[in-house]
């Protein structure tokens, strides 16, 4: 049973549109926030009237569906970056979505809240942060993850709840409209990408295409709880040494990373910025809460130095297994990862899926391009280092799948990944 409300909304867009009341760890508002670059306007110059249908699926789920009152017969699924909230795409694709009249749905994955920093806490399901965050010294603060409690919401949980959204947001826009959608897409950043491809690969029926961001690689031998402990080895360091230390920074390029950039001020290394100089730590962060996710019997590494020693169990392979990409693609999918991505490094997450899509065959129905000088969220593009926003690349990147499946277009070089450095060079 479904708890759905709805209501009319004389401005759909970000900002304009009202959103639930923040609670610790759950801002929605701020959720979008973070993964742009800039202060908008987001893809959406003038208002959008329409209708917002709200829902729950179970206990802690959440998710929208919001139709404009110009509706152009489609609609268009994101799946949901990380662990934010169901209005984590709402700056990234949803006021470019419905400017363009398409129906735009998202969901939390089932994850009732992100995350929240207390005073450090014995909990072992709460990450002890090994850095100064703020004011505050190493050491003397913890995160918690809506992923974890007050229950552990599973990845494979994640993936079928996308599928179950994107039957349901079908139902309430047939519902709402009188007429079914005649398109449905996919689109994703991050874990969002790779529900798309895992979605594309398995259920193909419920959808017509998709584009993925950044997209993270399900596979046992290139997650990314394997490589960045690697990472975490090598960095104290490297730090250490002022960023000097070549032989470092050669192994962990040997690792599977991108280069690191350097710069001026106060934010010197673009590796150190993923690992202890900008919250929320991603590296770090990310091997504690997902060797607990994908192995909820052992209790996560709880220093610094077991992280970097962290190896997935038989049980963490076991998840990643469930949810595991093969490259068996169905329906036409377009891709864009940044080659300077220090995070959900295109090494691991781009490269070695272009080569599983050609491995099965399918390399007619995928356009990978990788972007000279993108990192995993565009946020960071600001904060010097060279780096570029790939917000207009996703863009573009839409604007090629539809043109690929409403017009039968077969743009050159599918299956060969591409190097591109402006939107318009995809395509």
């Known amino acids: 049973m479904i708890d759905l409300t709805t209501a009319a909304v004389a401005d759909l867009r970000f900002g304009a549109a009202p959103l639930p009341e923040p609670f610790p760890g759950y801002d929605p508002a701020g959720d979008a926030r973070a993964l742009v670059a800039g202060n908008g306007p987001f893809g959406a110059v003038a208002p959008v009237p329409g209708r917002r249908f709200r829902g729950s699926a179970a206990s802690g789920q959440r998710f929208f569906v919001d139709v404009p009152d110009a509706w152009n017969g489609r609609l268009a699924v994101c799946g949901t970056p990380a662990t934010r909230s169901e209005h984590a795409n709402d700056a990234i694709f949803g006021d470019y979505l419905l400017a363009h009249g398409y129906a735009y749905a998202a969901s939390n994955k089932g994850i009732p809240f992100n995350a ?13 942060v090994p ?9 003397t603060t913890s995160f918690r993850f809506g992923a974890l409690e007050p229950e552990i919401v599973p990845v494979s949980a994640w993936h079928d709840d996308y599928a ?49 961001w950044a997209a993270v690689h399900w596979n046992v031998e290139h997650a990314f709880v394997r490589y ?3 990472f975490l080895t090598a960095m104290p360091a490297y730090v250490a040494s002022a960023y000097r230390d070549d032989a470092l920074r050669d192994a962990i390029v040997r690792a599977g990373f991108p280069d690191d950039r ?38 996560p590494p709880a220093t610094l130095a077991a992280r970097a020693a962290y190896v997935p169990s038989a049980a963490a392979e076991a998840a990643i297994r469930d ?9 036409p999918l377009v891709a864009i990862a940044g080659d300077a991505d220090v995070f959900i490094t295109p090494q691991h997450n781009f490269d070695p899926y272009v080569a599983a ?18 990192t995993h969220v565009d946020a960071f593009a600001t904060l010097g280092w060279g780096l570029q926003p790939q917000l207009p690349f996703a863009r573009r990147a839409f604007e090629m799948l539809v043109d690929i499946v409403e017009n039968d277009a077969r743009p050159a070089g599918a299956g060969t990944k591409r190097t591109v450095s402006a939107p318009d060079e995809l395509g």
Do not use: C, K, M
């Not at 910025?273 to 091997?287: C, G, I, Q, R």
């Open 164 to 212: 179950r959204l994107v039957r349901t947001a079908a139902e309430i826009v047939r519902d709402a409209t009188g007429s079914a959608p005649r398109r449905t897409y996919a689109l994703g950043l991050s874990i969002g990408g790779g529900q798309v491809r895992w979605l594309l690969e398995r259920h193909p029926e419920l959808a017509d295409g998709g584009v993925e």
């Open 323 to 331: 949810v595991a990409q093969t490259g068996e693609l169905e329906r």
């Open 357 to 374: 899509v050609a491995a099965a065959g399918r390399g007619a129905r995928y356009w990978p391009f990788e972007v000279v000088g993108g």
């Open 131 to 139: 850095f100064a965050l703020g004011d505050a010294p190493p050491g």
């Open 262 to 299: 350097l710069q001026d001020g106060v934010l010197r290394s673009l590796w150190d910025a993923h690992y202890s100089t900008v919250p929320p730590f991603y590296n770090d962060l990310t091997t504690f809460a997902f060797s607990a996710l994908l192995d909820p019997a052992t209790p």
């Open 116 to 128: 929240y920093a207390v005073a450090a806490t014995a909990d072992p399901l709460a990450y002890p």
């Open 228 to 230: 960045l402990p690697a």
